[in-house]
């Protein structure tokens, strides 16, 4: 039986999450459907486009996505820190981007007079609204429901588009983010739709490096701050030529299906993760598999299990194997 949500979700441990949102009825994403001959190709730049849409609207940031044929992946951040300084007006105008409000936050937001006793209302909708705006299960509706019509609408047919439930899983420590996030990254390649990261349409490794050629990283999504930087309180602390020197040459050996040797250099940057070289390989082709729920050291896993109130603590023996074998 799947978990509650909030037997997934804990800001306490972590503000990183596994986001997996998968399709019904065969339907498609991006590509050709073999059966019918039509292509869905198409799709992916809505659901890339309304990702980083959202990102802008809630105190979300997207540190890595790929939309495959029938499914997508997106790993989150969710900033609870930038939303304590918003304004009502603010939270109002995010708010009201995506969904219509109460009659009364319209009526504020058009600089209508309320009285006292309105204006408390606003201000308590407010408050509500800036709770969903953290909120990966408000994030998710608001990325798969206008999709879900788009779809429909085009292939003329009601019902469901996406399964009830995505997946989500807690990533509580560097290790886990990152192999997480090159597992992401690198499913067009592992899924043998791509030869090379750098030509994996729609994710979010092809737009690192593309900005990465012209000295930049692209604004859409969680940037590296590097090693040196610890004081900061948002990015990813890690160095992005290291990440991208993972991603080539792991992609390299996932493209031509060897279980060869990692080079000098990126086992050293494994070692820094924690991670074994065999280790590293098995989790950017079998991370789901290998971890059905949290993800991280088994100290980590132990923690987020009594955060979240779970009578026992899934993962262990695969934490101790993959992430902290180096």
Avoid at 258 to 274: A, D, F, S, Y
Avoid at 296 to 325: D, M, P, V, W, Y
Wanted: glycine share 6%; charged share 25%.
């Amino acid at each position: 039986m799947p978990k509650p949500r909030s037997q997934q979700i804990s800001l306490l441990d972590t503000p990183y999450y596994h986001i997996c949102s998968r399709t019904v009825r065969k339907a498609f994403l991006c590509g050709v459907d073999k059966e019918s001959g039509v292509s869905y190709e198409h799709r992916r730049a809505w659901i890339e486009q309304r990702i980083f849409k959202l990102s802008e609207v809630f105190s979300i940031d997207i540190c890595a996505h790929a939309v495959m044929h029938n499914h997508l992946h997106i790993v989150l951040h969710v900033d609870s820190e930038q939303v304590k300084n918003w304004t009502m007006d603010e939270v109002l105008q995010r708010w009201h981007q995506l969904f219509k409000g109460t009659l009364l936050t319209q009526k504020y937001s058009n600089k209508q007079t309320l009285d006292k006793f309105q204006l408390a209302m606003v201000e308590s909708s407010a408050d509500i609204y800036k709770k969903r705006l953290i909120d990966i299960s408000w994030f998710m509706r608001a990325l798969n429901e206008p999709i879900a019509r788009q779809a429909n609408r085009e292939d003329k047919c009601t019902g469901h588009f996406w399964e009830g439930r995505f997946k989500s899983q807690a990533l509580l420590d560097e290790g886990a983010l990152l192999s997480c996030m090159a597992y992401v990254d690198l499913n067009p390649v592992h899924a043998d739709i791509a030869a090379k990261p750098e030509q994996s349409d729609f994710t979010s490794i092809q737009l690192r490096i593309k900005a990465a050629i012209k000295g930049e990283q692209p604004p859409s999504l969680l940037a590296f701050t590097g090693n040196e930087h610890k004081q900061k309180t948002t990015g990813i602390r890690f160095s992005l030529q290291d990440y991208l020197t993972l991603m080539d040459e792991t992609g390299r050996l996932l493209r031509d299906d060897k279980g060869g040797v990692i080079n000098e250099k990126t086992v050293r940057i494994l070692v820094r993760l924690h991670i074994s070289d065999g280790s590293w390989l098995k989790l950017t082709t079998n991370f789901e598999s290998i971890f059905t729920g949290a993800v991280g050291t088994a100290e980590h896993l132990c923690e987020f299990s009594e955060h979240a109130g779970l009578q026992r603590t899934h993962g262990i023996a695969n934490a101790q194997a993959c992430l902290n074998s180096a």
